[in-house]
T-cell receptor, first 117, second 115 residues
Framework: GAVVSQHPSRVICKSGTSVKIECRSL??????MFWYRQFPKQSLMLMAT?????????EQGVEKDKFLINHASLTLSTLTVTSAHPEDSSFYIC?????????????FGPGTRLTVT | QKEVEQNSGPLSVPEGAIASLNCTYS??????FFWYRQYSGKSPELIMF????GDKEDGRFTAQLNKASQYVSLLIRDSQPSDSATYLC???????????????FGQGTILTVHP
């Protein structure tokens, strides 16, 4: 089946620095990808929709200047957490939509665990 | 804003029993419903999706949808210790649930299957 990868799987950074997380669709093209965030013992919350070739759309309450999203190709979306703070520590999960054979399926990446010290 | 509510549990069942997980949703116009399983430290994986009222069976899993009551459930028959995980109910956002990929998740139910 279709596979979505994320890199890195884990990252530790110092407060004030920026971190880039990559999301790739490995065997299909994805014009739209999604970024979710999951805090400990909480459910997934949609952060933003990443659109290839255009600006991302952000959910209410998500700072677009802090969470920069770039969808430069049909197989790659990146999320950059700028000026990270400890409260940004979370599990970041991307997903991509495959529209094969007229039906859509959503595939989640394995997630990236971000720890800000 | 759509809301999806689940009993957070934890739910504990003995091996071989039926585990019943429940979910209610606020938007009567929602058309599709998803059940995901999430192991600790991992991303969610799709178990079942259901669009029509009634039951949908896939192996040991049965999803039940009652749109009039705005209720969707997941039954796991012959529960195994490997089924121990958090189970997430999800509904697509957008009018009529047409925003594919933009999912609103419930808070999840922690299931433990003990030998």
């Amino acid at each position: 089946g279709a596979v979505v990868s994320q890199h890195p799987s884990r990252v530790i950074c110092k407060s004030g620095t920026s971190v880039k997380i990559e999301c790739r669709s490995l065997d299909f093209q994805a014009t739209t990808m999604f970024w979710y965030r999951q805090f400990p013992k909480q459910s997934l919350m949609l952060m933003a929709t990443s659109n290839e070739g255009s600006k991302a759309t952000y959910e209410q309450g998500v700072e677009k200047d802090k969470f920069l999203i770039n969808h430069a190709s049909l197989t790659l979306s990146t999320l950059t957490v700028t000026s990270a703070h400890p409260e940004d520590s979370s599990f970041y999960i991307c997903s991509a939509i495959s529209l094969a054979g007229g039906t859509y399926e959503q595939y989640f990446g394995p997630g990236t665990r971000l720890t800000v010290t | 804003q759509k809301e999806v509510e689940q009993n957070s549990g934890p739910l504990s069942v003995p091996e071989g029993a039926i585990a019943s997980l429940n979910c209610t949703y606020s938007d009567r116009g929602s058309q599709s419903f998803f059940w995901y399983r999430q192991y600790s430290g991992k991303s969610p994986e799709l178990i079942m999706f259901i669009y029509s009222n009634g039951d949908k069976e896939d192996g040991r899993f049965t999803a039940q949808l009652n749109k009039a009551s705005q209720y969707v459930s997941l039954l796991i028959r012959d529960s195994q210790p490997s089924d121990s995980a958090t189970y997430l109910c999800a509904v697509p956002q957008g009018a009529g649930g047409t925003s594919y990929g933009k999912l609103t998740f419930g808070q999840g139910t922690i299931l433990t299957v003990h030998p």
